[in-house]
T-cell receptor, first 113, second 118 residues
Framework: EAQVTQNPRYLITVTGKKLTVTCSQNMNHEYMSWYRQDPGLGLRQIYYSMNVEVTDKGDVPEGYKVSRKEKRNFPLILESPSPNQTSLYFC????????????FGPGTRLTVT | AQTVTQSQPEMSVQEAETVTLSCTYDTSESDYYLFWYKQPPSRQMILVIRQEAYKQQNATENRFSVNFQKAAKSFSLKISDSQLGDAAMYFCAYRSAWSNFGNEKLTFGTGTRLTIIP
């Protein structure tokens, strides 16, 4: 089954404690992206990756890092989380050669206290 | 930069009735894609319908259809015969057909929460 998986689904942490949210897709997609969803703001892009070892900033990259060492994985790293990073996070993958549709992961609810 | 506006934060409809959700967007591009996503309480993002800007015919998927007005930059979603399972947050989204340095970014509106009244 074609899917994007994220872990963990829920996370409560404290300010300053480094964390990683993993994202993996099994569709051999070149393109992957991270979004955050906040009430009244919709979803906003954090980072994206065109392919292995190629990443770039989206609209709200401050406080986040990413890496793309393998095609299937695109982890989101918060080196020093702060309360304003409390949000719902989505990973997405996409291939232009496919159905021209972005596939979303199930979301990760992060709370930083 | 492109923007997407959903001016109805909340809507409600009687079960089995028809409801229309509004979306407007701003772009200087001529070729792009528009989408409606559904987000039920499970938080999963589910693609409901897509429209290619170069197609004049409005997209339809079963009970879901769109009214795409390119000149007016309007892209509304009509849900016919509303069902309890349609209750969700609905997001309108835009994507350029020609990516800038490979960024296939979706630009989202702020969402419309749809309630179905039994």
């Amino acid at each position: 089954e074609a899917q994007v998986t994220q872990n963990p689904r829920y996370l409560i942490t404290v300010t300053g404690k480094k964390l990683t949210v993993t994202c993996s897709q099994n569709m051999n997609h070149e393109y992957m992206s991270w979004y955050r969803q906040d009430p009244g703001l919709g979803l906003r892009q954090i980072y994206y990756s065109m392919n292995v070892e190629v990443t770039d900033k989206g609209d709200v990259p401050e406080g986040y890092k990413v890496s793309r060492k393998e095609k299937r994985n695109f982890p989101l790293i918060l080196e020093s989380p702060s309360p304003n990073q409390t949000s719902l996070y989505f990973c997405a993958s996409f291939s232009r050669t496919g159905l021209n549709e972005q596939y979303f992961g199930p979301g990760t609810r992060l709370t930083v206290t | 930069a492109q923007t997407v506006t959903q001016s109805q934060p909340e809507m409600s409809v009687q079960e089995a009735e028809t409801v229309t959700l509004s979306c407007t967007y701003d772009t200087s591009e001529s070729d792009y894609y528009l989408f409606w996503y559904k987000q039920p309480p499970s938080r999963q993002m589910i693609l409901v319908i897509r429209q290619e800007a170069y197609k004049q015919q409005n997209a339809t998927e079963n009970r879901f259809s769109v009214n795409f007005q390119k000149a007016a930059k309007s892209f509304s979603l009509k849900i016919s015969d509303s069902q309890l399972g349609d209750a969700a947050m609905y997001f309108c989204a835009y994507r350029s057909a020609w990516s800038n340095f490979g960024n296939e970014k979706l630009t989202f509106g702020t969402g419309t929460r749809l309630t179905i009244i039994p």
